[in-house]
């Protein structure tokens, strides 16, 4: 097979998966309305059951759901009939998940996933399944071939499940009120939780270079190339005044032949760009950004506190 035709076989794939996902949109109804309802009305958790490629989807899910609100749990079928049962609470609501719905394994449960929990609802590809007779409502998972060459291997089916569950998820989010700081909460690790909830101060160089006004040409040098930053801050009594960069000094050394006389308030820009300590370090990269800077000067109820540096937010995944 070679390099097109294997490109073929993959657009191909994407293709059928693509057709199944809007044949999906054009049948979602009243059941998956009322699956909705039970869920977020439910007293309890929400416990995802699945056997095979259906488990694995069934973990996905309860990983989207766990981190937009929705309480849940997987249970594997196998394990549900060997004491793993016991995790379920007549408050809970069972999401069972079986493409055929008449995996023996599935079915030898129906009885007592209907009776323990608070409502059961099946997510099946057969609506003449045993696992759609014994539930109270039924998402139709059917597709009407896989994508794999065979139309064997679960694949547009599994797709379809998946995004049921998301589908599942977003609604429940909006029933719930579940906003970015909800989200921020869940997330606290990675990337993704840094630029929910990181704060600048985390970020602080250790390095906090100033001089005072009166500052002399040799001074405010020595602070600037004391740090890595190539800046320097000028303050009275820890209130900003101005700023000093390498390039303010390389400038002044151009233009100026007397340096003698000069001081830290004839070179510093004015009225420098800051931030709060407080402040979530995704806003300081916005400033960084739009200014075209690479530090930030950080302030402590208006008083200067440090140096935030751009290279350290790109470090730590802040965009």
């Not at 199944?20 to 416990?47: M, P, Q, T």
């Not at 809970?92 to 609802?121: H, M, Q, R, W």
């Amino acid at each position: 097979m070679n390099r097109p035709e294997i490109l073929h076989l993959a657009k191909n794939a994407l293709s059928i998966e693509i057709s199944e996902l809007e044949h999906l949109k054009d049948r979602l109804n009243d059941d998956f309305l009322n699956a909705v309802e039970i869920i977020n009305s439910a007293k309890g958790k929400l416990i995802i059951v699945g056997i095979g490629k259906s488990a694995h989807v069934g973990n996905k899910i309860v990983a989207t759901l766990n981190s937009t609100g929705t309480p849940s749990q997987f249970l594997h079928a196998s394990e549900a009939i060997h004491g793993d049962l016991g995790v379920i609470q007549k408050t809970d609501v069972v999401l069972c998940i079986s493409n055929s719905g008449n995996s023996p394994e599935i079915v030898t449960l129906l009885p007592f996933l209907k009776d323990y929990s608070a409502a059961l609802i099946g997510m099946t590809g057969n609506l003449n399944s045993k696992l759609a007779e014994f539930s109270a409502v039924v998402l139709d998972s059917s597709v009407s071939k896989e994508a794999c060459p065979i139309k064997l291997a679960p694949t547009s089916s599994t797709t379809v499940q998946m995004a049921i569950g998301d589908a599942l998820a977003v609604c429940l989010m909006e029933l719930n009120g579940f906003k970015e700081n909800d989200f921020a909460k869940f997330h606290p690790g990675g990337s993704l939780g840094k630029n929910l909830t990181a704060k600048v101060e985390q970020f602080l160089s250790s390095q906090k270079p100033q001089v005072k006004e009166d500052a002399g040409i040799r001074e405010i040098i020595i602070s600037i190339s004391a740090s890595s930053h190539g800046i320097t801050v000028v303050t009275n009594n820890e209130e900003i005044v101005g700023v000093i960069t390498d390039g303010d000094l390389r400038r002044m050394l151009l233009s100026e032949q007397d340096l003698s006389t000069l001081t830290a308030l004839d070179i510093m820009s004015k009225n420098p760009k800051n931030i709060d300590k407080n402040s979530l370090a995704r806003e300081a990269m916005v400033i960084l950004k739009e200014r075209n800077i690479g530090q930030l000067i950080v302030t402590e109820e208006g008083k200067y506190f440090g140096i935030l540096d751009i290279h350290r937010l790109l470090d730590e995944g802040i965009n």
